[in-house]
């Protein structure tokens, strides 16, 4: 029953990166498609991260009146609905329309799915969980690539994720029982470490709403909000910016920092499978720290003002590799440092700043660097590393001087 359900839940991670890259990947047909300026995109992403944010913040509620189970499959049906009313969008304001339900399901199904892993299983999973969001995300430009070369169009590719999607939804139904029947992992840290009722506990429910307001004011909330905003802030920038700093900078050829950029990506993903390996024995804090740590040394080969170009481009995979047991580390060590009650809460405002840093953080580099030029990528990325280790380690103390 614990592996049925562990190996649903690693499924849906595949499945819920599979939509992530897809507007990225097909917007220079797409745009031509339905005639619209290139810079549109920036429309639909902004609708759907408003919807992820507006849903991350509602998910406690949700969650603990219907149990993750019916979240998660409802809100992957949401996106499923999104995907498959994409493919047969014609004009941009039906992109739109249908971004909002994709935006509202996407940042339900992430908060709930998120805290039942950090209650019910080991750090390891929750590495590997992530790591095969980022598989996902990785093979749906394949996807898209194959449709618009085939010559299937944009729109097949948004019908096939959506049917996946939609598969995955009928196997979560299914799949609702199982979740109030897996207990909820002991943790050898606060005194709100032990279990309570497991069948109310595993499915999300068994305890009074905790308002925003009510969660934002516990002690350490702020600090780790502000890390995780940090975080994601310097992964989305890195993310856009990285082969742009590589080109213009650096004076790398075009095709070797796209390579390069792409390895970013696949060192977050590879990383994350690597620290599933020894997160149960580290433990969330010295992932966290020293992920932090190994960023902060990618920023600096990015930066070192030598002739060869090998250090920054080593650089930008150590950073990847760095930033991979962070998120995971950050939701999983939730219930630890605030909580059982208070997890489902928090970890929908971790989303809402994650959402908000990977948002905001790109284009306020560009308005930055617009001014001072690309140089300052490292820079930027470095000060993102400092607050967030500063903030996390700040959290560290408060919560060791609360167990005292």
């Not at 910016?241 to 970013?264: H, I, P």
């Not at 990015?302 to 950050?330: D, H, R, S």
């Not at 060590?333 to 809460?345: K, L, M």
């Not at 284009?363 to 660097?369: D, N, T």
Request: charged share 10%; proline share 4%.
């Amino acid at each position: 029953m614990y592996s049925l359900l562990l190996a649903i839940i690693y499924i849906a991670f595949i499945s819920l990166g599979l939509p992530d890259s897809l507007v990225g990947a097909g917007w220079p047909v797409m745009q031509q498609d339905l005639g619209v300026p290139i810079a549109f995109a920036g429309i639909i992403t902004m609708i759907i991260a408003a919807g992820t944010i507006f849903s991350s913040l509602a998910s406690e509620r949700v969650t603990r009146r219907f149990g993750a189970g019916l979240v998660t499959a409802v809100s992957v049906g949401m996106t499923a609905a999104a995907l498959v009313g994409f493919s047969f969008s014609d004009a941009f304001w039906m992109l739109c329309l249908w971004a909002i339900p994709y935006g509202l399901g996407a940042g339900a199904v992430d908060a709930a799915l998120n805290n039942y892993v950090a209650l019910h299983y080991a750090a390891r999973h929750m590495n590997w969980l992530h790591a095969c969001w980022g598989l996902g995300a990785s093979i749906s430009p394949f996807v898209m690539s194959y449709t618009i070369a085939s010559g299937m169009g944009w729109s097949s590719a948004y019908l096939i994720i959506g049917v996946i999607q939609g598969v995955l939804t009928f196997a979560l139904l299914a799949s609702i029982p199982l979740w109030g029947k897996v207990n909820p992992i002991v943790r050898e840290q606060g005194a709100d470490a032990a279990p309570g009722d497991p069948a109310s506990d595993a499915a999300g429910r068994g305890s009074s709403h905790v308002p925003l307001a009510t969660a934002l004011r516990i002690p350490g909330v702020i600090l780790i909000l502000t890390a995780f905003f940090a975080y994601c802030a310097l992964e989305s920038t890195a993310i856009l910016w990285a082969s742009t700093y590589l080109v213009n900078d650096r004076g790398v050829a075009a095709a070797t920092a796209a390579a390069f950029a792409s390895l970013f990506l696949l060192g977050i993903t590879a990383g994350r499978f690597l620290a599933g390996f020894v997160a149960d024995r580290v433990g969330d804090r010295w992932m966290i720290r020293g992920g932090f740590a190994v960023v902060g040394l990618g920023g600096v080969m990015l930066a070192l003002p030598v002739e060869t170009n090998f250090f920054a481009l080593a650089g930008l995979v150590v950073a990847g590799l760095g930033c991979a047991p962070i998120y995971p580390a950050i939701i999983h060590s939730t219930p630890v440092n605030f909580g059982r009650r208070n997890s489902q809460a928090i970890i929908g405002i971790q989303m809402a700043a994650a959402y908000t840093g990977s948002t905001c953080a790109p284009p306020l580099f560009g308005a930055i660097s617009a001014g001072t030029g690309m140089w300052i990528f490292p820079l930027f990325l470095g000060v993102l590393v400092v607050l967030g280790l500063v903030m996390s380690e700040r959290l560290n103390a408060l919560v060791a001087r609360k167990a005292l």
